[in-house]
């Protein structure tokens, strides 16, 4: 095998409690990425379509995260990349992690898969932090292992894949205004109250216990966020009529989708999510701002191979 079609998926970062640990992965929205062997070593950036991003390998996410696996790999060949975005930069739904994720699984593969998928998330955790200023798996890990994901802790990278019941649909409500992910961790305080602290992990640990249990009342009361939403609503507009909208529509809960500007709601079924999502877009008509709304599954395959 020469060359490789890939589907990179958006991902949804944070899911309210989990500040920089928690993830789950999108269906149907996601970049494509086509990557080639070449007999001169190195790797090489060659086109990128949907985007204005650098060519240059050590600018480009999918690049950096490509030289991390490929350091570890030491092959005698190198790689050519595509990328092909379909991802907003700077939309909150994992468009970085998507090209870092979708480097490192076709390097991986046209390898002949020397690393487990665990072991590619930290080399695409490399790609990332160039986007963010900082390493953080909350978006690579659910792209690159599908499914729900816990960065249970950073040194060293211990990930889990979290069992997950069959009925969750997400919904995103992508406004087009760009919130760069530096600027959104900008606004964040180093410290925390101890009282808040409280709060977040015991819902963290909720939400845990709710999903492995198919508690969907459990999941609900656990998606709420005491330390991060407060500092950076703000940068959304119209952030908490949409939440309202969500909620009061019977989302099981509602938040930021990773650094926003995208806004997420987790519902149990089809329907509900439909309802859902037709509130949330009602709910932010009359702010003038264009903005995309998808309903998906959750995706337990994460990264993978396209045929066509
Ligand atoms: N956990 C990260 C943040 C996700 O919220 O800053 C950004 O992609």
Redesign the pocket.
């Given at each position: 095998m020469n060359e490789i079609k890939i589907f990179c998926p958006a991902t949804i970062?944070?899911l309210n409690c989990g500040?920089?640990?928690l993830?789950l992965c999108l269906d149907g929205i996601g970049d494509e990425m086509i990557i080639r062997k070449t007999a001169e070593k190195g790797i090489r950036i060659t086109k990128i379509i949907g985007a204005d991003l650098p060519l240059e390998t050590e600018k480009n996410v999918a690049g950096v995260a490509a030289l991390a696996i490929v350091k570890a790999a030491d092959p005698d060949i190198g790689f050519e990349i595509e990328i092909h975005k379909k991802i907003k930069a700077g939309s909150?739904i994992?468009s970085?992690?998507a090209s870092a994720a979708g480097a490192v699984f076709g390097i991986n593969e046209l390898l002949g898969k020397p690393f487990t998928r665990h072991e590619l998330v930290d080399f695409a955790m490399k790609g990332?932090a160039l986007?963010?200023g900082?390493e953080?798996a909350?978006?690579v890990a659910p792209c690159v292992l599908g499914g729900f994901t816990l960065v249970r802790g950073y040194n060293p990278l211990d990930v889990i894949k979290i069992e997950s019941p069959s009925e969750i649909y997400a919904v995103v409500l992508h406004p087009h205004i760009e919130v760069k992910?530096s600027d959104?961790?900008a606004v964040?305080s180093p410290t925390v109250l101890l009282k808040d602290a409280i709060t977040q992990w015991g819902n963290v640990g909720g939400l845990i216990a709710g999903l492995y249990t198919k508690d969907y009342e459990l999941i609900g009361r656990s998606l709420q966020d005491v330390i991060?939403e407060p500092l950076?609503k703000q940068l959304i507009p119209n952030f908490e009529n949409v939440k309202n909208a969500a909620l009061q529509n019977g989302a099981l809960g509602s938040g930021?989708s990773?650094?926003?500007p995208s806004i997420f709601a987790l519902c149990k079924g089809q329907e509900a999510a439909e309802k859902v999502a037709y509130a949330m877009s009602n709910s932010y008509q009359d702010t003038g701002i264009a903005f995309d709304m998808h309903i998906s599954k959750v995706n337990d395959e994460g990264v993978k191979i396209i045929t066509n």
């Open positions: 970062a944070n500040f920089d640990v993830g909150g994992g970085s992690s990332e986007a963010s900082c953080h909350d978006n992910t959104s961790r964040l991060i950076r930021i990773g650094a926003g």
